[in-house]
């Protein structure tokens, strides 16, 4: 008989898992979510696959899932693409982090050095060169560091790719299936049950429940401290081509693509579970996107929307077993990496599940960590 996989949550991060389980054959897999598949962050996103940009300080553990991430993208955006009939728009335009102050200039030539010998192929651009590659770019702009490996995806076109690749497979897609009230892992299978009185049985659980994790801290018994951080983001009605790659600053960032917008990101605050927008929130990106872009400086955003980031203590994913319940494995705390992340995350859970790589492997991500620091404090 085939072992029976269940994945708890919808958005990239469970259903790029679900995916690649059904992928790989020998498994009845069923995808849960409370409400519309890609429904919450990862709809939201801006789809930036910028390891590079997101990583300043060293090569460690964090930064090496991110660039194998990056490195796994085109293949598994094509396949996805040709399963699911959906282009998801990988767009290869490389990205600029522009100093607008000689002072943010010292820390974009040390990362420069340390990412050029982890293959970034990062140029150093003077205020001259930086017009050459980006005209819109105002003339504050002092001088910026050229990625050309970065890249990005539309994110709720890829969300919908896989789960019409996730349908064709044969995985059972469970949507608006209601809130988890109970997950029991004790003896051999595992049962879950929603709200609205939903019933799921399987041998395996995946848990990818994004910025809702926190919640599964009882059936798991010990903390799992993911907290959401709301990201208001925008978008402009902008020419294709006005502004040609993903720019930088370290107040926002603009990317444009290829239907026409240039999306403008993002806030990071802290609302609890509220994805309302607020006008504070989308002024600040406005104010910047004027400063950075003078001619978005009479224009008005045509889009605003909002999604919860789900973030770690340290801002690293929680990837591994559950201790003491083998069965169930965790997938959750993308944090702002998520889309970048998904292919690689599917990927190791999936190698954990086949026993293919022991959960030691993924130490520096193992969902305990948290309770573990807190035993030895205490
Ligand atoms: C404004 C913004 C911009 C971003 N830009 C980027 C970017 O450019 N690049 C990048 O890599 N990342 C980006 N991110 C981060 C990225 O969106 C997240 O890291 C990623 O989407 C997390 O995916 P997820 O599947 O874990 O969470 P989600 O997409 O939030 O999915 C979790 C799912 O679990 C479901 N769920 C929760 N609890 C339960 C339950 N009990 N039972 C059943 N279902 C449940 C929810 O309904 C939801 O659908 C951005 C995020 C925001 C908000």
């Not at 300080?57 to 399963?83: G, H, K, N, T, V």
């Not at 990062?122 to 050229?146: M, T």
């Not at 399987?202 to 951080?229: Q, S």
Request: aromatic share 8%; charged share 20%; proline share 6%.
């Amino acid at each position: 008989m085939k072992e029976e996989l269940l994945v708890v949550g919808g958005g990239i991060v469970g259903l790029s898992c679900a995916y690649e389980a059904a992928k790989r054959g020998g498994r009845k897999v069923t995808i849960v979510d409370r409400g519309d598949f890609g429904g919450q962050a990862s709809g939201a996103a801006a789809g930036m696959l910028a390891p590079y940009t997101e990583n300043s300080e060293q090569p460690d553990p964090f930064f090496r899932l991110c660039l194998d991430s990056l490195r796994l993208y085109p293949e598994w955006a094509e396949e996805i693409e040709r399963l699911s009939g959906i282009s998801v728009e990988l767009t290869h335009t490389g990205s600029i982090q522009v100093a607008l102050h000689e002072a943010d200039m010292l820390p974009l030539r040390t990362r420069q050095r340390w990412q050029n010998e982890w293959g970034a192929r990062a140029e150093w651009l003077d205020a001259a060169d930086l017009r050459r590659l980006e005209p819109g770019l105002s003339s504050a702009a002092a001088g910026g560091l050229y990625c050309p490996e970065e890249s990005h995806v539309y994110a709720p076109k890829l969300v919908k790719a896989l789960e019409a690749a996730c349908r064709r497979l044969g995985v059972r897609c469970a949507g608006n299936a209601g809130d988890t009230v109970d997950l029991m892992l004790d003896g051999g299978r595992v049962r879950l049950v929603t709200g609205t009185g939903g019933r799921f049985e399987a041998d395996r659980v995946i848990v990818c429940a994004g910025a809702w994790t926190g919640a599964f801290e009882r059936w798991f018994g010990f903390a799992v401290p993911v907290n959401p951080i709301r990201g208001q983001i925008c978008a402009y009605h902008s020419p294709i081509g006005e502004v040609r790659r993903m720019v930088f600053t370290s107040q926002a960032y603009w990317v444009g693509k290829r239907n026409g917008t240039l999306v403008c990101g993002a806030s990071e605050d802290i609302a609890g579970f509220d994805t309302s927008v607020t006008e504070r929130g989308i002024a600040r990106l406005t104010r910047w996107s004027g400063r950075v872009f003078p001619a978005l400086a009479d224009r008005s955003p045509v889009h605003r929307w909002a999604g919860l980031r789900p973030a770690t203590l340290d801002g690293w994913p929680l990837l591994g077993p559950v201790p003491g319940a083998p069965q169930a494995v965790v997938a959750a705390g993308h944090y702002r990496n998520g889309i970048l992340l998904a292919p690689v995350t599917a990927k190791r859970i999936c190698d954990v599940l086949d026993g293919k790589l022991p959960a030691a492997e993924l130490a520096p991500f193992a969902p305990d960590r948290f309770a573990a620091s807190a035993r030895t404090l205490g």
